[in-house]
């Protein structure tokens, strides 16, 4: 079934500073990898996400990018500040498209 | 309601004991799914349903987990023979459409369970 590795596990930032996370996947026949933030005690939340017909999106200070021949996606954090700071899980869809498979989640600490 | 609503918030029991946690998904979503988060890891998936039905149920870890969703609404997870190791906080999430590669999932705040 698919794998997702995901690096680093903790991360730390200054304020204003960017931020990549950085996650492979095993399958080659997924399709969809998107990205959750959770702040402690709280749900996952998605902040972005990208199919597998597209390279790369962004959305204001985030931005995904995608390698399906490498296998491998990435997220990009511009401008970090402090309420930036929770754990982030990336996912990638499994081979029958039904369940999401998480990463074990990068903790991003951005220090003002 | 307005978002995906669990309970109990907190359950804690003996080992041995049987435990319920409820689900009751966002209006309309027919996908719901249930994962389990241990500390410091990521969501575990153990089982998606489309409607009723349990379209896939490779992710419950053995034959004393189960979960239904009668009437293609609020689902229950059902734990028999509680053991320590499964304790962890239990996600539930929902999704407008079936199948996860077609967006977002909607989560739930999770059943932190915790056996003794």
């Known amino acids: 079934g698919e794998n997702v590795e995901q690096h680093p596990s903790t991360l730390s930032v200054q304020e204003g500073d960017s931020a990549v996370i950085k996650c492979t996947y095993s399958d080659s026949a997924s399709n969809y990898f998107p990205w959750y933030k959770q702040e402690l005690g709280k749900r996952p939340q998605l902040i972005i996400d990208i199919r597998s017909n597209v390279g790369e999106k962004k959305d204001q200070r985030i931005a995904v990018t995608l390698n399906k021949t490498a296998k491998h996606f990435s997220l990009h954090i511009t401008e970090t500040q402090p309420e930036d700071s929770a754990v982030y899980f990336c996912?990638?869809?499994?081979?029958?498209?039904?369940?999401?498979?998480f990463g074990k989640g990068t903790t991003l600490s951005v220090s003002s | 309601g307005a978002g995906v609503s669990q309970t109990p918030s907190n359950k804690v029991t003996e080992k041995g004991k049987y435990v319920e946690l409820r689900c009751d998904p966002i209006?309309?979503?027919?996908?719901l799914y249930w994962y389990r988060q241990s500390l410091g890891q990521g969501p575990e998936f153990l089982i998606y349903?489309?409607?009723?039905?349990?379209?896939?149920d490779s992710g419950l870890p053995n034959d004393r987990f189960f979960a239904v969703r009668p009437e293609g609404s609020v689902s229950t997870l059902k734990i028999q023979r509680t053991e320590r190791g499964d304790s962890a906080v239990y996600l539930c999430?929902?999704?407008?459409?079936?199948?996860?590669?077609?967006?977002?999932?909607?989560f739930g705040e999770g059943s932190r369970l915790t056996v003794l």
């Open positions: 996912a990638a869809n499994d081979q029958a498209g039904t369940a999401l498979i």
């Open positions: 349903f489309q409607g009723t039905g349990a379209a896939d």
């Open positions: 999430a929902s999704s407008p459409v079936g199948g996860s590669n077609t967006g977002e999932l909607f």
């Open positions: 209006s309309g979503h027919t996908a």
